[in-house]
């Protein structure tokens, strides 16, 4: 056999690999380049709860003709939306005086709106626009248990130890939440955490006794609960007001004058009817919103599954999806390679090396991301870019290394004997013989990011995941199928894609 031959058998699979890598980036890049609207000029934010994502829907459509708007849907908690507001990810978003006064800027309970924007002011930001409806806290518990127990007050509770609490985990954590309230009513249970979506129905099942609820919920009738009595007057009033940036305020004037409008226009009852509208109803959010500014109180009935899957949202949730993927594997590789070919020439920080990547798979997503969040100075793409790409270097270092230390020492020796340099060798014969094993662990990380990414939705940076977020925040199916098949499809596509490139490269290789 010719020297070259023999020194250079990786050659087939190394360039049929780089193709194949070329060609699944390629179809990425097709995905990106769908049409994309105009950068917006008023980004409107919401909380992961059915009111939040209606009101923001309102305003939203309220500023439409005046800027283009878009709307950051379920952006997760009180801490995360107003640090998107802090960061300018967001202009605007609907929220609550007592949420505002007591959790956000610590002031006392009855703060008025003056204190509040005195305290807001310094942050470039302002509260206005009140809508004309409270919201406020309270605890709940079905209404047969409540008879039974002659149980009608919050103060009751302390003589029922027994009874089995289940709270958000936001009002656990809440500085007008659990913990004051268990303080001030001197309440011996100790709650577990529930999602507010999911607690309807795990009271209904008996499955837990008492949860914590927003007033206007449109679901306290239909599962007949009593809502116990706040005798002690812990609870501020939640009154509905929007927060927003004072530059977007000039920025887009125009818009601004149409949503002050709003004020004053949503009484109790009518936001008790567009929840109800979207939770039991299962309207879209925008459906409601639309109806609600046409003075309308009817029309469009419920979605069906397919409606919800292939609905106006398709393409811009699959290729905020694709981005996230295709830029963070590609990132993921450009770093992980480099740290696997270490951990192979180095024994001494091979254990170092797979640790630490390791290490990273233990942290759970969502606290992961919090924690980027100031870090990098904002919600949306960025940080949860960093958290895929941190997700994603594990299989691609580990089967690097595995890889180059499964090259046969017979041929590192030939390579030797020939005079070739370390670099060489490694570009001419090892990675060619290890990228079979190599581009296994690239189709790895491909393939759990593509289900890792839906957790973008949480912080703002879209995909797939937003589906599942209102899912969960309505206790929807459909709505969680409609996210998550399309995700667990384009995860079949990319395995398959990569099980292409596998089998060309054995070919070539062969």
């Known amino acids: 056999m010719p020297a070259g031959a023999a020194m250079h058998p990786g050659r087939p699979a190394m360039s049929a690999a780089i ?28 909380k ?3 009111e939040s ?11 439409a003709p005046h800027a283009t708007v878009v709307h950051r849907q379920g952006l997760g908690n009180t801490a995360i939306v107003f640090e998107a507001l802090k960061t300018g990810a967001i202009d605007l978003y609907p929220e609550y005086t007592g949420t505002l006064a007591r959790e956000v800027l610590k002031l006392p309970s009855a703060a008025g709106l003056a204190e509040m924007r005195a305290a807001l002011a310094p942050l470039g930001l302002g509260v206005a626009v009140p809508l004309g409806f409270h919201n406020g806290y309270a605890l709940a518990m079905r209404s047969d ?8 007050s919050l103060s009751g509770l302390k003589a029922h130890p027994d009874l089995r609490l289940a709270l958000s985990h936001e009002f656990l954590g809440r500085a007008d939440g659990w913990a004051g309230l268990a303080n001030r009513y001197a309440l011996p249970q100790r709650p577990t955490g529930i999602d507010h979506g999911l607690a309807y129905e795990a009271l209904a099942k008996r499955s837990i006794d008492v949860t914590d609820i927003y007033t206007t919920d449109a679901k306290l009738a239909r599962y007949g609960l009593t809502v116990l009595q706040d005798d002690q007057d812990y609870f501020p009033r939640y009154d509905a007001v929007l927060v927003y940036r004072l530059d ?21 009852p009518a936001m008790i009817a567009m929840n109800a509208a979207a939770e039991i109803d299962g309207k879209a959010f925008a ?17 069906t599954f397919r409606d919800k899957l292939f609905g106006s949202d398709f393409w811009r949730l699959l290729r905020q999806h694709a981005a996230l993927v295709c830029l963070a594997v590609a990132i993921a590789v450009a770093f ?42 904002g919600i949306g793409t960025v940080p949860a870019l960093v958290a895929l790409v941190l997700y994603a270097l594990l299989p691609i270092v580990q089967n690097t290394c595995t890889g180059l230390a499964g090259v046969p020492p017979g041929l590192r020796q030939a390579a030797l004997s020939l005079g070739l340099r370390p670099r060489q060798r490694l570009v001419l014969i090892e990675l060619p013989l290890a990228m079979p094993v190599i581009l296994a662990g690239v189709k790895t990380a491909a393939v759990t990011t593509v289900g890792t990414a839906t957790i973008a939705a949480f912080i703002g940076a879209g995909g797939f995941g937003e589906r599942i977020a209102t899912g969960l925040a309505l206790n929807d199916h459909a709505t969680l ?26 070919r070539r290789a062969g």
């Open 481 to 506: 199928l409609a996210g998550a098949l399309p995700a667990a499809a384009l995860a079949l596509a990319t395995q398959a894609l990569f099980a292409l490139a596998e089998r060309r490269i054995a």
């Open 19 to 46: 193709g194949l890598l070329r060609g699944v980036l390629s179809v990425w890049l097709v995905l990106l380049s769908l049409p994309v609207s105009a950068a917006p000029s008023l980004a409107v934010g919401s």
């Open 53 to 63: 994502y209606i009101l923001a829907e309102i305003v939203a459509r309220a500023a």
């Open 145 to 152: 248990e409540a008879r039974r127990r002659n149980l009608a």
């Open 336 to 377: 992980g390679m480099p740290l696997g070919i270490l951990a192979a020439a180095r024994p001494a920080l091979r254990q170092p090396v797979l640790a630490s990547t390791g290490l990273l798979q233990t942290v759970p997503s969502l606290a992961l991301l919090a924690m980027l969040i100031p870090l990098v100075g």
């Open 48 to 50: 992961r709860f059915t």
């Open 248 to 268: 977007a305020a000039e920025r887009a004037s125009a818009a601004w004058q149409a949503i002050r409008k709003l004020e004053g226009r949503i009484g109790e």
């Open 287 to 303: 459906a409601v919103a639309a109806e609600f500014l046409a003075g309308s109180t009817g029309g469009g009935g419920r979605a």
